[in-house]
Nanobody, 123 residues
């Protein structure tokens, strides 16, 4: 499975961005999907996850109420709508796929990773 993340960019604080992650292959609808981020000199951290059907989602406390994860299995894609962005949201954002279908909090549970897309929020 190959994951291609896109949609990053430079935005002012308070603005919005929508990240997309498109997967290759026909098994996407069975995968749980997650978004993670890594800021310079920091550990990679969990942002949001969604299970295979889209019926279950979870968020890091730092983004709850501002970010929304969704998926379109017909398009082999998962999205992260980011609103009310803050400078501390600046990071490289990665999408990941989990073959179990659950969509986990822990990065070690994911089997495939995309290449990342840069999000920069200016103050």
């Amino acid at each position: 499975v190959q994951l291609q993340a896109s949609g990053g960019g430079l935005v002012q604080a308070g603005g919005s961005l929508r990240l997309s992650c498109e997967a290759s292959g026909r098994a996407f609808s069975r995968y749980g999907m997650g978004w993670f981020r890594q800021a310079p000199e920091k550990e990679r951290e969990f942002v949001a996850a969604i299970n295979w059907s889209g019926g279950s989602t979870m968020y890091a406390d730092s983004v709850k109420g501002r970010f929304t994860i969704s998926r379109d299995n017909a398009k082999n894609s998962v999205y992260l709508q980011m609103n009310s962005l803050k400078p501390e949201d600046t990071a490289v954002y990665y999408c990941a796929a989990d073959r179990s279908g659950t969509g986990w909090f822990a990065a070690k549970e994911y089997d495939y990773w995309g290449q990342g897309t840069q999000v920069t929020v200016s103050s």
